[in-house]
């Protein structure tokens, strides 16, 4: 089973940025869409952000448009998802998961990591 690596994760204040990675052991890994999920505790794992094989083309969840960034260096195999002004809400596991195309559906994706914690203080 292939699974993803994330990193990037940790503690960051209201306002602050963190930028996570997600850098698979998947030698064909730029040819697939990546998606950003997260999930807070007592809650359904919920859409962040998704990008196109090519990066060409992406897509965010309201709560996150015009704060965050989903990236994609394909010569360095890796996607990032550049989060900024953070807020408390924003406290989760954050997934990275790869499918063949871009999906805000969980179940479209192929390949999932374990997860980095995002907790964000007010």
């Known amino acids: 089973q292939v699974q993803l690596v994330e990193s990037g994760g940790g503690l960051a204040q209201t306002g602050g940025s963190l930028t996570l990675s997600c850098a698979p052991p998947?030698?064909?890994?730029?040819?697939?869409?990546a998606g950003w999920f997260r999930q807070d505790t007592k809650k359904e794992r919920e859409f962040v952000a998704f990008?196109?094989?090519?990066?060409?083309?992406?897509s965010y969840a309201d709560s996150v448009k015009g704060r965050f960034t989903v990236s994609r260096d394909n010569a360095k195999n890796t996607v990032y998802l550049q989060m900024n002004s953070l807020k408390p809400e924003d406290t989760a596991v954050y997934y990275c998961?790869?499918?063949?195309?871009?999906?805000?559906?969980?179940?479209?994706?192929?390949?999932w990591g374990q997860g980095t914690q995002v907790t964000v203080s007010s």
């Open positions: 998947i030698r064909t890994f730029s040819r697939y869409a």
């Open positions: 998961a790869a499918g063949s195309v871009g999906s805000r559906m969980p179940r479209n994706y192929d390949f």
């Open positions: 990008i196109t094989w090519t990066g060409g083309s992406t």
